[in-house]
């Protein structure tokens, strides 16, 4: 049997990023998890993205590809003002790293919405645009149905205790 090579995805290293502010209607930094920021202005004249700190280039990926660092990116993008679709701009950090930013451009004259964000944390790596860390690498605790249930034993466990302690309270009165 022949091996079979594999890509450097290192999927457990991928991971989500707050951007902040998360939309943006003339020009400033937007602020990708406090690692990463870029320049992002929109008028009349296009919508603009330039790299600050940590990152050294972006480029627009489809949604079906995998960014990795070896492809092309760009210190700047300018893209036409009337723009209203939903790109992906994959980014590459100073230390080889590679991400993305899900934007939904609103078209002409109105706010850049930033829809999610996410990096691969391994140097050299690649991502698929638009992939999030899959959830069942995290760690577990309640949430849902799960979260409420042990809500309500707690609950019961609490009032099971107060009520205890005034059988003990009674008795001594």
């Not at 009337?82 to 451009?105: C, E, H, Y």
Request: net charge neutral.
């Amino acid at each position: 049997m022949a091996a079979v090579a594999t890509p450097h995805y290192a999927e457990a290293a991928i991971q989500p990023l707050t951007i902040n502010p998360a939309t943006n209607s003339v020009g400033t930094t937007v602020g990708l998890g406090g690692l990463f920021s870029f320049f992002q202005f929109n008028d009349d004249v296009g919508k603009s993205i330039s790299i600050k700190s940590n990152l050294s280039g972006v480029n627009i990926f489809p949604s079906s590809s995998r960014i990795g660092p070896d492809d092309s990116f760009f210190t700047s993008l300018i893209i036409s003002a009337s723009a209203s679709s939903t790109i992906f701009v994959g980014f590459k950090t100073t230390a080889d790293q590679v991400g993305w930013i899900q934007m939904d451009l609103g078209g002409a004259g109105q706010p850049i919405l930033y829809v999610a964000a996410a990096y691969n944390t391994t140097p050299d790596g690649s991502i698929g645009v638009g992939k999030l860390p899959d959830p069942s690498t995290a760690v577990p605790g309640p949430s849902g149905a799960l979260g409420a249930l042990a809500a309500l034993a707690q609950g019961r466990r609490i009032r099971k205790r107060i009520k205890q302690s005034s059988q003990v309270e009674n008795v001594a009165a």
